[in-house]
């Protein structure tokens, strides 16, 4: 079992920043690959990035390519994610969550364990 809990959300101008983070439980947090997820007001949750298990490896979606970073820190069970240039439309709750594996996770599914979410304004 792995509980998630994500902070770092808030109110930002549109051109400011933000680092999330989310906290994991247990001692198998370098076991799983992990991912950011948003969900806008009315829209379906969308995929925005993962990182691997050893963060070698990370992976975005097109429209958050050059200003969202993803990183994690397994000593200390916790993966950031850093949005600079933030925009209008990067206004959503972003989730994190874990998979068991890296292969496929940029697909979206197969995620085992899910934050409750953090809430990111971005105004224009």
């Known amino acids: 079992q792995v509980q998630l809990v994500e902070s770092g959300g808030g109110l930002v101008q549109a051109g400011g920043s933000l680092r999330l983070s989310c906290a994991a439980s247990g001692r198998t947090f370098s076991s799983y690959a992990m991912g950011w997820f948003r969900q806008a007001p009315g829209k379906e949750r969308e995929f925005v990035c993962v990182?691997?298990?050893?963060?070698?490896?990370?992976y975005y979606t097109d429209s958050v390519k050059g200003r969202f970073t993803i990183s994690r820190d397994n000593a200390k069970n916790t993966v950031f994610l850093q949005m600079n240039s933030l925009k209008p439309e990067d206004t959503a709750v972003y989730y994190c969550?874990?998979?068991?594996?890296?292969?496929?996770?940029?697909?979206?599914?197969?995620?085992?364990?899910w934050g409750q979410g953090t809430q990111v304004t971005v105004s224009s």
């Open positions: 969550a874990a998979r068991n594996s890296y292969t496929g996770s940029a697909t979206g599914v197969g995620y085992d364990y």
């Open positions: 990182i691997s298990k050893s963060g070698a490896s990370t």
